[in-house]
């Protein structure tokens, strides 16, 4: 089946969300916390988390001009902290609820029950439910023009995960963590491994690190 | 288990680059097709594409300031075009074969045996294996100082589909597809669906869209 650009264009507007959104492939798809300076916190779930670099350890999230994002944006500007907290099955249709428009005086953590931890003089809430979680130090604002859209990259600065889901080789096994992933705007799914291969080289056969 | 930023920063530099690559959960992997002004095809995996917008239909890419994804960039900015193919089961290995450094005069279609075709007067190659294919138009580059990374953003202009994915709605079904995921930088993933869930709104119960 072939859709050309004209056929886009012209697909109904959450038509066109739903494909494009699709498009894109299985994403990175966790909770955002962030207090304002009033320690009045906000949880929101973001499916736009990307990896950067490593060093710095850096990643980034994609901000559209619309709420419910716009506290999540605020807070980080703000104060300049925020945790990225991954989703596993127990927690994801209450990660999902957060993208509800609440007012702003609502805290996602009340509606939904999610319980906000502060660890370590970290000033953004942890959310407790999650089994890793990130506290992040911003560091850059990009304003995509084409579509008004904002790019907040940050610095990884504090890392908690369960100790036997890290390999020897500095590598996650977020399966055994219980990390999802998502598609489009709202299906969620797990994942089953089928290999780790080895670092590729020409001439070289691949062999399963496993 | 809790890992603060001064022992992140002392982790030997390939543990680095696997735990930090880990964190930011599962990722969408493609292939990325491109030829030279004389027609010379290269083909590079890619874990670093994000959606951007649905309107007008961006997606965007990461490149680190490191081969072998120099010829690339090179294509994509020299022609201005290139092609996003979804990975199944069956090509992974192929792939990951391609993060291998190979000589800018050897075409990874070639070394991989993975098959070039073009379609609808598309500059950039396709790959035929892939079951899920996105014609691109670039449009913006945007240089991120912190790390010397580049971020790619095109437009999708040509979309290539089992028909049987494309749901009513506009989603599509990418298990159906075949798509797998990755997390950090070797490992590949299927995924099992847990659900589709309902628009949040504010004191409305979300529902299942299965």
Same mark, same amino acid.
């Given at each position: 089946?072939?859709?050309?650009?004209?056929?886009?264009?012209?697909?109904?507007?959450?038509?066109?969300?739903?494909?494009?959104? &699709?498009?894109? @492939?299985?994403?990175?798809? $966790?909770?955002?916390?962030?207090?304002?300076?009033?320690?009045?916190?906000?949880?929101?779930?973001?499916?736009?988390?990307?990896? +950067? @670099? $490593?060093?710095?350890? =850096?990643? @980034?999230?994609?901000?559209?001009?619309?709420?419910?994002?716009?506290?999540?944006?605020?807070?980080? =500007?703000?104060? @300049?902290?925020?945790?990225?907290?991954? +989703?596993?099955?127990?927690?994801?249709?209450? $990660?999902?609820?957060?993208?509800?428009?609440?007012?702003?005086?609502?805290?996602?953590?009340?509606?939904?029950?999610?319980?906000?931890?502060?660890?370590?003089?970290?000033?953004?809430?942890?959310?407790?439910?999650?089994?890793?979680? =990130?506290?992040?130090?911003?560091?850059?604002? +990009?304003?995509?023009?084409?579509?008004?859209?904002?790019?907040?990259?940050?610095?990884?600065?504090?890392?908690?995960?369960?100790?036997?889901?890290?390999?020897?080789?500095?590598?996650?096994?977020?399966?055994?963590?219980?990390?999802?992933?998502?598609?489009?705007?709202?299906?969620?799914?797990?994942? +089953?491994?089928?290999?780790? =291969? &080895?670092? $590729?080289?020409?001439?070289?056969?691949?062999? &399963?690190?496993?």
């Amino acid at each position: 089946m072939y859709i050309d650009k004209a056929e886009i264009e012209q697909l109904e507007k959450q038509k066109r969300v739903h494909l494009i959104n &699709s498009l894109g @492939g299985f994403k990175s798809v $966790a909770l955002v916390g962030t207090a304002d300076e009033n320690k009045k916190t906000n949880l929101a779930i973001f499916s736009s988390i990307f990896h +950067i @670099g $490593a060093n710095p350890p =850096l990643i @980034g999230m994609i901000f559209r001009p619309s709420p419910p994002e716009r506290d999540t944006m605020r807070n980080i =500007l703000e104060t @300049g902290f925020y945790t990225i907290n991954h +989703i596993n099955e127990n927690l994801y249709k209450q $990660a999902h609820q957060t993208s509800a428009r609440y007012d702003k005086d609502i805290s996602e953590f009340d509606v939904t029950g999610l319980k906000p931890v502060y660890k370590n003089n970290f000033f953004a809430p942890f959310v407790s439910e999650s089994h890793l979680q =990130l506290g992040i130090d911003f560091k850059e604002k +990009i304003d995509i023009s084409i579509n008004n859209t904002t790019i907040i990259i940050g610095e990884i600065v504090q890392i908690y995960l369960p100790e036997n889901c890290l390999h020897e080789d500095g590598f996650i096994d977020l399966e055994k963590a219980n990390t999802i992933t998502c598609s489009g705007l709202d299906s969620y799914h797990k994942t +089953i491994q089928l290999d780790r =291969l &080895s670092y $590729a080289k020409p001439d070289k056969e691949i062999t &399963s690190l496993l």
